[in-house]
Nanobody, 116 residues
């Protein structure tokens, strides 16, 4: 079964850091564009970061620019989201999305809670 699975979420204090992982199984991520999304309670899901299949190009939402970094290790079939200087408003369920033409995979999400 082909799928992507997020991990690395948890509870962190404001100003802290977390690294999320998005691991693929059943297929290789090499030619997939990967997006990170998040959804806070009562809000719509929003795209916050993406990385090209080669890893050469990245893009970020203004809300996370300068604090979050997306990277990928195709040898490990995994994409990462390094989150620094976390804020309470970053609290959400974080999802990764792998996309290649009409092939789209969504993970089940991982909860990130930023609170003191």
């Amino acid at each position: 079964q082909s799928q992507v699975v997020e991990s690395g979420g948890g509870l962190v204090q404001p100003g802290g850091s977390l690294r999320l992982s998005c691991a693929a199984s059943g297929f290789t991520l090499d030619h997939y564009v990967i997006g990170w999304f998040r959804q806070a309670p009562g809000k719509e899901r929003e795209g916050i970061a993406c990385i090209s299949s080669s890893g050469e190009n990245t893009d970020y939402a203004d809300s996370v620019k300068g604090r979050f970094t997306v990277s990928r290790d195709n040898a490990k079939n995994t994409v990462y989201l390094q989150m620094n200087s976390l804020r309470p408003e970053d609290t959400a369920v974080y999802y990764c999305n792998a996309r290649k033409y009409l092939d789209i995979y969504w993970g089940q999400g991982t909860q990130v809670t930023v609170s003191s």
